[in-house]
């Protein structure tokens, strides 16, 4: 796959609120994540007793899957999970979203920071609903595949 559509995918995921997180022991929750579009380790926040986390403590390999309509994205992501302790880091991603799980704030001893390192991806990018709507439509109409958008595999 280009660069151009793995610039796009890290354009995309930052403007993307949130997905689906797993490890091989812990089932997938819905997750809010903190992505930079210039690429890089996808970051969450979450609390210290649950099983995403306790299945994090050591490395463990991770899946994170994104289905946003309104960006137009489509991905699942694999990579490893970590734990970590980074208070610069947590500074910086720190805000109302990861705020409204903590009554102590970003001291409160529940909160841990975790850092997933994608390897490689299968993604989906489309020009949203009214152009999916449309290839539909005009699909049924010419009797012919729909162009949906671009679809395939990036290696980070």
Not at 14 to 35: F, I, K, Q, W
Not at 109 to 127: C, H, I, N, S, Y
Not at 145 to 155: E, Q, R, V
Request: with cysteine.
């Amino acid at each position: 796959m280009s660069t151009d559509i793995k610039k796009e995918f890290w354009d995309r995921l930052e403007d993307t609120r949130a997905g689906m997180l797993s490890t091989g022991s812990a089932p997938a929750v819905p997750m809010s994540h903190y992505a930079d579009d210039d690429g890089g380790p996808i970051w969450f926040i979450s609390a210290k007793g649950t099983d995403l986390v306790q299945s994090a403590v050591q490395a463990t390999p991770a899946q994170y899957i994104i289905s946003s309509a309104n960006e137009g994205l489509y991905a699942r992501i694999d990579g490893t999970l970590t734990c970590v302790t980074d208070p610069a880091q947590l500074d910086k991603l720190w805000g109302a979203i990861a705020a409204a799980w903590f009554e102590d704030g970003k001291q409160d001893d529940d909160v841990q920071l975790m850092r997933f390192d994608p390897k490689e991806a299968e993604v989906w990018t489309t020009g949203g609903t009214l152009q999916f709507l449309y290839e539909i439509t005009k699909a049924n109409v010419q009797d012919e595949m729909p162009d949906i958008g671009k679809h395939g595999k990036i290696t980070f």
